[in-house]
C-alpha cells in the first residue's frame, strides 16, 4: 500500500492540492495530495488489473483523499455486479465528501437496475450524509429516463434533512428531473415538496440548464419561495 502512496506523491500539483482543499471544507488540508482526476482514472485501470487490487480495497480508512478517489474509480470499473455492491456497501461508510461520493460510479450499475433498487432504498435512510447523497445520485442517474417512475421521484422527495451535501444533491435530482421528465417534476414544486432552500435551489439549477426551455424558466422563477 505504500507504493500506492508513493506513486500518488510522485504525480503530484501542489497548485490543484490546494485548489481541491478549498472546494471540500469537509476533508482537513493535510489530506490532500493533488493528484489531477485524469491521472487518478488512468491509475485506476492499473490497480483494478493487479495483483494488490483487493488488498488496496481492504485497506480502510485510508489516509489520503486521492486514495479514496482511487478507490472510487477502482470500484466502477468493476464488472461484476455482486462484487460491485459488496465493494461499495464496505466503502460508503468512510465517503467523508462530495467529490469522492459523486465519483463513485459503478458502470454495471445500469445493467442490474432491478437488483440495484432495494439497496438505494436502504441508502435514502442511512444516519450516513453521503451514503444518503449517493442513493439519491443512484435514482438521478439510472431511474429518470427509460427507467422512470414517479415512485422513485417520491422516494427523493421523502428525505427530509439537516445536511447540506444531501439537500444539494436532492436539489440536483429535481433540477435534472426538470429537464427530463418536466411534467411530473414541477408538480412538486408547485406543491412546495421541498423544504425552501432545496426548493429554491432546485429552481436555481433548473434556470441554468440549457435543457430548460425559456417559456419554462420563466414559469419556474414565478414559484420561488
Keep these: 500500500m505504500n507504493g500506492i502512496t508513493e506513486y500518488l506523491f510522485s504525480k503530484q500539483d501542489t497548485e490543484y492540492r490546494d485548489f481541491q482543499a478549498k472546494l471540500m471544507p469537509t476533508v482537513e488540508?493535510?489530506?490532500f495530495i493533488g493528484v489531477r482526476t485524469p491521472v487518478l482514472r488512468q491509475y485506476a485501470k492499473e490497480v483494478a488489473k493487479s495483483n494488490f487490487r483487493d488488498e488496496f480495497l481492504n485497506e480502510l480508512p485510508h489516509c489520503y483523499f486521492d486514495e479514496n478517489q482511487l478507490h472510487a474509480f477502482v470500484i466502477s470499473l468493476t464488472?461484476?455486479?455482486?462484487?460491485?455492491?459488496?465493494?461499495?456497501?464496505?466503502?460508503?461508510?468512510?465517503?467523508?465528501?462530495?467529490?469522492?461520493?459523486?465519483?463513485?460510479?459503478?458502470?454495471?450499475?445500469?445493467?442490474?437496475?432491478?437488483k440495484l433498487l432495494p439497496y438505494v432504498d436502504k441508502w435514502l435512510v442511512s444516519e450516513e450524509e453521503y451514503t444518503v447523497r449517493f442513493g439519491i445520485k443512484m435514482l438521478m442517474q439510472h431511474f429518470l429516463d427509460n427507467d422512470f417512475d414517479e415512485k422513485y421521484m417520491k422516494k427523493v422527495a421523502s428525505v427530509k434533512s439537516d445536511r447540506y451535501y444531501i439537500n444539494m444533491m436532492t436539489a440536483w435530482y429535481f433540477a435534472t428531473a426538470l429537464a427530463k421528465q418536466y411534467t411530473t417534476a414541477v408538480k412538486y414544486i408547485e406543491q412546495g415538496a421541498l423544504d425552501k432552500w432545496t426548493h429554491n435551489k432546485a429552481i436555481q439549477k433548473a434556470r441554468e440548464s440549457f435543457r430548460?426551455?425559456?417559456?419554462?424558466?420563466?414559469?419556474?422563477?414565478?414559484?420561488k419561495k
Design 29 to 31: 488540508g493535510k489530506k
Design 79 to 114: 464488472k461484476d455486479f455482486d462484487k460491485c455492491i459488496a465493494e461499495t456497501e464496505a466503502f460508503l461508510p468512510y465517503i467523508d465528501n462530495w467529490a469522492t461520493c459523486d465519483q463513485l460510479s459503478p458502470k454495471v450499475f445500469a445493467k442490474h437496475k432491478t
Design 212 to 223: 430548460i426551455t425559456a417559456e419554462q424558466k420563466e414559469y419556474l422563477k414565478t414559484l
